[in-house]
């Protein structure tokens, strides 16, 4: 038996399967333009193949993302919430990892702990997604990235700004820059600063990866400005909006960046903390391509596990 093909994080990806990912998901999203959102003319490539989607937190763009792109390449999704499992009731995660891989052909996990998900990885015989971890969240860069290019080109060499909390969206952000060639720069306090883990892999690499202090330098210049909610999944709230507020990202900030600069934002958001309103419905923001792409790139990452790329 050959070993399944796991999408846990970019960095464990080679740059030319994500470069591969990206150009198929953009080439099959302009093919789908204009037709109703579940037509299944694409050859029905997952025809007979299920996917298992377990949640441990809410979730709403990639429960429907999954969903819906499972469907349109011609396979069928379970949409499983882990506390009406026995996962809930203390089975291991290596004996679902088992039992589920007699019966699917794909597994995305959401979960509060990144170690959830090599457990599962190590003990499936059939790949395994990560669909958010307390530790990262590659799918979403994934449809960042895609998002960044059809409105800017190529995003190696380019300079992107993330202003707020060090969560798990910097991690992915931080191998995103690795792998794709851009220089990312990380204001945020040093209270809430990036995983050292995902710091200490740019550091090995050699990618440009910068943290700073200063929203306002970090900003100057750059492509685009991003941020995330200030409190994850499973974060307590404690003094995080005190000391997240300087580094809001509002139509002022947005000034400095380059004049054509995007605003990008995984979502969900709350309004006018992490940034404001009048950003997020700005001419530069591009929130709900972002959103949209979610399906587009994970549809491109399932294929790829299941060896149809
Ligand atoms: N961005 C994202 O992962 O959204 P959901 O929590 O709604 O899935
Ligand atoms: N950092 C956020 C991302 C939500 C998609 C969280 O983990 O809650």
């Known amino acids: 038996m050959t070993n399944p093909i796991h999408f846990l994080d970019l960095h464990e990806v080679s740059k030319e399967d994500l470069r591969t990912m990206i150009d198929d998901a953009l080439a099959v999203k302009k093919a789908r333009a204009g037709k109703p959102k579940g037509t299944r003319d694409e050859g029905r490539p997952l025809d007979g193949h299920t996917l298992a989607c377990i949640f441990e937190f809410p979730s709403t763009r990639t429960r429907v993302s999954f969903d819906m792109g499972m469907r349109q390449l011609g396979g069928d999704t379970l949409v499983l919430n882990s506390d009406d499992m026995q996962l809930g009731r203390g089975e291991t995660i290596a004996d679902t990892a088992k039992v589920l891989s007699r019966m699917v052909d794909v597994i995305m996990l959401r979960t509060d702990n990144h170690q959830k998900l090599k457990d599962l990885a190590e003990n499936a015989s059939i790949p395994v997604i990560n669909g958010l971890s307390n530790f990262s969240h590659p799918c979403q860069l994934m449809a960042d990235v895609l998002t960044f290019e059809e409105h ?11 202003s707020g909390d060090g969560n798990n969206m910097v991690t992915s952000w931080i191998h995103a820059a690795g792998q794709f060639g851009f220089e990312l720069r990380i204001a945020c306090p040093e209270e809430l600063s990036p995983n050292p883990v995902a710091l200490d892999w740019a550091k090995e690499v050699g990618a440009a990866v910068h943290v700073t202090r200063d929203p306002e330098e970090a900003a100057k210049g750059s492509d685009c400005l991003v941020t995330d909610t200030w409190v994850s999944m499973g974060d307590d709230v404690g003094a995080r909006h005190n000391l997240l507020k300087p580094y809001q990202i509002d139509e002022k900030l947005m000034e400095k960046a380059a004049s054509d600069a995007i605003f990008m934002h995984c979502l969900p958001a709350h309004r ?3 940034a404001t309103t009048a950003v997020m419905d700005g001419s530069q923001s591009v929130i709900f391509d972002e959103a949209e792409n979610r ?7 399932l294929r790829w596990c299941l060896g149809k790329i």
């Open 295 to 301: 399906l587009h790139a994970q549809k491109a990452v």
């Open 272 to 274: 006018d903390e992490e």
């Open 152 to 162: 800017k080109g190529n995003i190696k060499d380019r300079v992107v700004t993330w």
